[in-house]
T-cell receptor
Framework: SQTIHQWPATLVQPVGSPLSLECTVE??????LYWYRQAAGRGLQLLFY??????ISSEVPQNLSASRPQDRQFILSSKKLLLSDSGFYLC?????????????FGSGTQLSVL | DAKTTQPTSMDCAEGRAANLPCNHS???????VYWYRQIHSQGPQYIIH???NNETNEMASLIITEDRKSSTLILPHATLRDTAVYYC????????????FGKGTKLSVKP
């Protein structure tokens, strides 16, 4: 069966520090991978998605970047965190290629930038 | 921006049916409607999806209007554990992976 791992669960970082959140998927190959952010009391905002190794699409301009060094690994990074980067970050995967997506989400990372 | 409209919040008595509406007037003919829910501090969980016909699974039923401009998620016997934010979404046409989640409906199941 397929599983998705996302870590860490919580993270407290000072402003200006770097960030690296990692997500891995098991039990499937060539998945679509996604990073979402959810600010307190708000809906999910799609940040990045990837349909293959090295292929990253960015949905919003921001202080963050994403990379996909391996088929089932998706990394969210920042060189210098801002206060506004605080939020709940979610990784997700899907395998549908028709444009109709059924997503499976990780458990999320609560990031607090102080 | 989210392409769906949902009420901000709803209450439901435990054991009763919860009916959550969603308007999606801009949906295209080949786009599925998906429903997810998110329990506090957890990742969203897939519930059900449909295209034209009504759908039912072990979690819920989905009723889609004939013109496909709106749908209703039905939890037939709500429990306290169904308290969550429920999202109605559909993929943005022509952009694979572009799933826009709005603020959803906060469903509170009360004893």
């Amino acid at each position: 069966s397929q599983t998705i791992h996302q870590w860490p669960a919580t993270l407290v970082q000072p402003v200006g520090s770097p960030l690296s959140l990692e997500c891995t998927v098991e039990g499937t190959s060539n998945p679509n991978l996604y990073w979402y952010r959810q600010a307190a009391g708000r809906g999910l905002q799609l940040l990045f998605y990837s349909v293959g190794i090295g292929q990253i699409s960015s949905e919003v301009p921001q202080n963050l970047s994403a990379s996909r060094p391996q088929d089932r690994q998706f990394i969210l990074s920042s060189k210098k965190l801002l206060l506004s980067d605080s939020g709940f970050y979610l990784c997700a995967w899907s395998v549908d290629r028709t444009g109709n997506e059924k997503l499976f989400f990780g458990s999320g990372t609560q990031l607090s930038v102080l | 921006d989210a392409k769906t409209t949902q009420p901000t919040s709803m209450d439901c008595a435990e054991g009763r049916a919860a009916n959550l509406p969603c308007n999606h007037s801009t949906i295209s003919g080949n786009e599925y409607v998906y429903w997810y829910r998110q329990i506090h501090s957890q990742g969203p969980q897939y519930i059900i999806h449909g295209l034209k016909n009504n759908e039912t699974n072990e979690m819920a039923s989905l009723i889609i209007t004939e013109d496909r401009k709106s749908s209703t998620l039905i939890l037939p016997h709500a429990t306290l554990r169904d308290t969550a934010v429920y999202y109605c979404i559909f993929p943005s046409g022509g952009s694979q992976g572009n799933l826009i989640f709005g603020k959803g409906t906060k469903l509170s199941v009360k004893p």
